[in-house]
């Protein structure tokens, strides 16, 4: 069946350093691929998503490319800031939720 | 901006009791969704219902769980004879198509739920 694999956190980073977080997934068919993120005390939120091979979704600095090749589609910020600190969530169709990547970035 | 809403945002229950959940999904979104996230663990699809009849679930929803939607604007997940295991952040969704069709879900804050 339909399956998402994320990196495991918690990823700690300092501020304004560089961001990858890898997802990779398994599925029939072509799906859409999302990232959600979830701030502390909060419900999900769309970050940003792709719905076919080669598009790269951007929101807020980070962007993703879903690659069809290597089935991914890992989540990338050039300049982390503190308020990036959460959990992301790597998601299929908005059916499939990888299980979340905690991020902390610190001042 | 138009948004997924639910109610109450915490609700203790003691084991055995049913307990409802509220949403009320954008209002011209046709498609709407419960997915569970028990703390500190993923997000978890639990079922979709489009046209008033429930189109796919989870293994998860079993038949301690229903949907309804009992009115034009709310979406209801009922849960008879709570256990402890049902206690997680419930999430409700919409959107406008069926999610194979790529289309976006908007998802609800949650509703928070312990079991004691």
């Known amino acids: 069946g339909d399956s998402v694999t994320q990196m495991e956190g918690p990823v700690t980073l300092s501020e304004e350093a560089f961001l990858t977080i890898n997802c990779t997934y398994t599925?029939?068919?072509?799906?859409?691929l999302f990232w959600y993120v979830q701030y502390p005390g909060e419900g999900l939120q769309l970050l940003l998503k792709?719905?076919?091979?080669?598009d790269k979704g951007s929101n807020k600095g980070f962007e993703a490319t879903y690659r069809k090749e290597t089935t991914s589609f890992h989540l990338e910020k050039g300049s982390v800031q503190v308020s990036d600190s959460a959990v992301y969530f790597c998601?299929?169709?908005?059916?499939?939720f990888g299980p979340g990547t905690r991020l902390s970035v610190l001042p | 901006e138009p948004e997924v809403t639910q109610t109450p945002s915490h609700q203790v229950t003691q084991m055995g009791q049913e307990v409802i959940l509220r949403c009320v999904p954008i209002?011209?979104?046709?498609?709407f969704y419960w997915y569970r996230q028990i703390l500190g663990q993923k997000v978890e699809f639990l079922v979709s219902?489009?046209?008033?009849?429930?189109?796919?679930k989870s293994e998860i929803f079993d038949d301690q769980f229903s949907v309804e939607r009992p009115d034009g604007s709310n979406f209801t997940l009922k849960i008879r004879s709570t256990k402890l295991e049902d206690s997680a952040m419930y999430f409700c969704?919409?959107?406008?198509?069926?999610?194979?069709?790529?289309?976006?879900?908007?998802f609800g804050q949650g509703t928070r739920l312990t079991v004691v």
């Open positions: 969704a919409s959107s406008v198509q069926g999610l194979r069709v790529n289309t976006e879900a908007f």
């Open positions: 599925a029939t068919g072509y799906p859409s």
């Open positions: 792709a719905t076919k091979a080669d």
């Open positions: 998601a299929l169709s908005d059916r499939v």
């Open positions: 209002s011209n979104h046709l498609y």
């Open positions: 219902f489009y046209n008033n009849e429930i189109s796919e």
